[in-house]
RNA sequence: GCCCCCAUGGUGUAGCGGCCUAUCAUCCGGGCCUGUCGAGCCCGGGACACGGAUUCAAAUUCCGUUGGGGGCGCCA
């Protein structure tokens, strides 16, 4: 026992609200938690004790002990207390019980005031709850949040070891970037000028070559883009794919939509809890997606008053109002556009354009619900044709040799897919920020916490 | 980078140029209360982002600064 502690306990020697029923009424527990409320009579006083795995309730009476009864009732909001004492069976508790201490150990007094509400009646705005974050993050619905998004993960990789992919780890710091300098956040690295991933891209490529054949990374990625939009992070978690022996693009779709299928349904099993506190009914998607060209989705646009051509991107108002027409008309959330021109993917210079139209590529995006979820593609793996593209790009061909080597001595045909982590939490928890699905976001005007 | 909007106690808000030593709720401190569970009741505490300007008079109007929000562009 530690000399500065009374009551003895250890981090598998408390009980939690989940492991207590029936047959643990009448025994002697120890649980620990955070003051969320006191409600004090005057003889009688009720502690609202918030754990791990929700709120449950601490009794203490007066006249049975005067010292721990002053002892709980003068303590401030959110300080941290464990509690030694008898599980009580009582209707009048909300979860059926409440607990009778014998013993009370105070771990950590909470200041006051709070700098936001924990169970407080009134909200915070979002950058008062991320400047306090760590007691942001005790509500109940914050945490969920995070909750969730482990099982996400998952799911994510249940589905990739299934289908025998290695999970790979590619270097964060760089000397190149995949697409393009501008977005790019330099940095000095032992003298040299260096930069943050913006993508695993050429590394996953050049694994391809290995004989990985299947690899998957969950990682960092970092874009120093301009963006100031409540779906654009400086920083967010990056899904990444890639396949050998594809036969086309469709083979990566394939790969996509199931995973996606089965990494929702992995969710709506395994956090009923969570999923519980949000407001979404999340339907497991019916596998194939819906796949729509390019083309079309540009005249479904100019049907809808849009005045796009082929060779438009879709802007943001076009992705969004796509997102609504698959809703209306054909009643789902995913759908593939497929086939998207090479004059818009042009910088994206490793996508393999189709041999009967280069105009095209096989490039596809996955929407969900009007959200870019998904980008990839078959990649271009014959050497000579890449290094076309790249002189197309004015790119320095010597300082990307390293992924060139790749390419020159068997390579074989291979396509993948990167998706954003936090745009698919954030779209199946129908988040009006993407900063709420990160712990402590990144973006242009925040780095601290 | 562009466009629009906002800034009042710890938190979230009300506030017509003079009725403002500023509203309400929450919160914090004190008191009463033996079944609370949005506990209740009583008493008390705490704020006009900063710098200029207009005016007899500014929380309120104007300019700038800083901070924040939304949208666009770009993308995951």
Redesign the pocket.
Known sequence: MGEWMSLEFGWRALTHISQIDESTYGKTIKVGGWIE?I??????A?IQLRERDGVL?V?T???ESEELFKKLTSL??ESVIVVEGKVQE?K???RGF?ILPDQVEVLSEAD??????VA?????????RLDNRPIDLRKPKENAIFKIRSVLIEGIREYFMKEKFVEIHTPKIVAAGA?GGA?LFPIQYFGSDAYLAQSPQLYKQMLMSSGFERVFEIAPAY?A?????????AE?T?LDVEIAFVKSSEDVMDCAQELVRDAIEHVSENAKDELGLFNVELEIPEIPFKRITHKECVEVLKEKGEGLTPED?L???G?KLIGEVMKERHGIDFYFITEFPTAIKGTTFYAMRKSEDPSLTGYFDLGYGGL????GGQREHRYDVLVNQMKENNMDLESFDFYLIAFRYGMPPHGGF???I??FLQKMLNL???RECVLFPRDR??LVP
């Open positions: 409320d409600r004090n009579l005057g003889g009688i009720f309730q009794t009476i007066k006249k401030s909001r009582n009048e508790a909300k409440e006051t005031p709070l700098p936001l509400g407080d009646k009134v909200g915070a705005e979002l950058d008062t697409e977005t874009r883009e301009k963006s100031d939009t409540t779906r654009h992070i967010f990056s991107d802007d943001t108002v992705e870019e979820l998904v980008s990167g998706l954003g936090e745009r009006s920020n993407i005007s925040r």
